[in-house]
């Protein structure tokens, strides 16, 4: 059974970069026939998808954030991240990484979830 | 952009009672339909998809119908540890959550 993990600072200053890991186990991103996202969750915008990779390394983003958002993929290491330019206090929120199949699929698999928080 | 529109917002009920959530979507997504529940300080579960289909291990006393705009899920005699967030979510073009319906113990 898949297992996904979250990883890195729960505080970012304003303006500055969220950066968070994913940890993939149980299963090969490489395998294929899966997409792994980033989905957040604050109490003013409920829950969010930011985006997806495959293990290609081909992305899509929410085009509300495509502008601030990079999400890159490390099969080496079994893992994927995110980055998030520019954050602003509305940029804090619990984030989670999740496992879809290939589109359309639902989100099968989540990690527990990260809570971060945009303050100086 | 799909947005996704649950009622009600807050469902006051009892152990044993059969209750129903509703989702609407901004324009037809077929099928592409999912149900999550959510416990406090614990990520969403992936109760149904395909607007009907019953994941692997979720208990029967879970059903889920529609199509196209209208869909509904229904708890047809709630446990004690049905009481908690659920969410629709379509997945036909990207991904939007509805904002969540917080089921109450009365």
């Known amino acids: 059974q898949v297992q996904l993990q979250e990883s890195g600072p729960g505080l970012v200053k304003p303006s500055q970069t969220l950066s968070l890991t994913c940890a993939v186990s149980g299963g090969s991103i490489s395998s294929g026939g899966h997409s792994w996202s980033w989905i957040r969750q604050s109490p003013g915008k409920g829950l969010e998808w930011i985006g997806y990779?495959?293990?290609?390394?081909?992305?899509y983003y929410n085009p509300s954030l495509e502008s601030r958002v990079t999400i890159s993929v490390d099969t080496s290491k079994n893992q994927f991240s995110l980055k998030l330019g520019s954050v602003t206090a509305a940029d804090t929120a619990v984030y989670y990484c999740?496992?879809?199949?290939?589109?359309?699929?639902?989100?099968?698999?989540w990690g527990q979830g990260t809570l971060v928080t945009v303050s100086s | 952009d799909i947005q996704m529109t649950q009622s009600p917002s807050t469902l006051s009920a009892s152990v044993g009672d059969r209750v129903t959530i509703t989702c609407r979507a901004s324009?037809?997504?077929?099928?592409?339909l999912a149900w999550y529940q959510q416990r406090p300080g614990q990520a969403p579960k992936l109760l149904i998809y395909k607007a009907s289909t019953l994941e692997t291990g979720v208990p029967s006393r879970f059903s889920a119908s529609g199509s196209g705009t209208e869909f509904t899920l229904t708890i047809s005699s709630l446990h004690p540890d049905d009481f908690a967030t659920y969410y629709c979510q379509q997945y036909s073009s990207y991904y939007t959550f509805g904002q969540g319906t917080k089921l109450e113990i009365k």
């Open positions: 324009q037809r997504i077929s099928s592409w």
């Open positions: 999740a496992r879809a199949g290939t589109m359309p699929q639902p989100f099968d698999s």
């Open positions: 990779i495959y293990y290609t390394g081909s992305t």
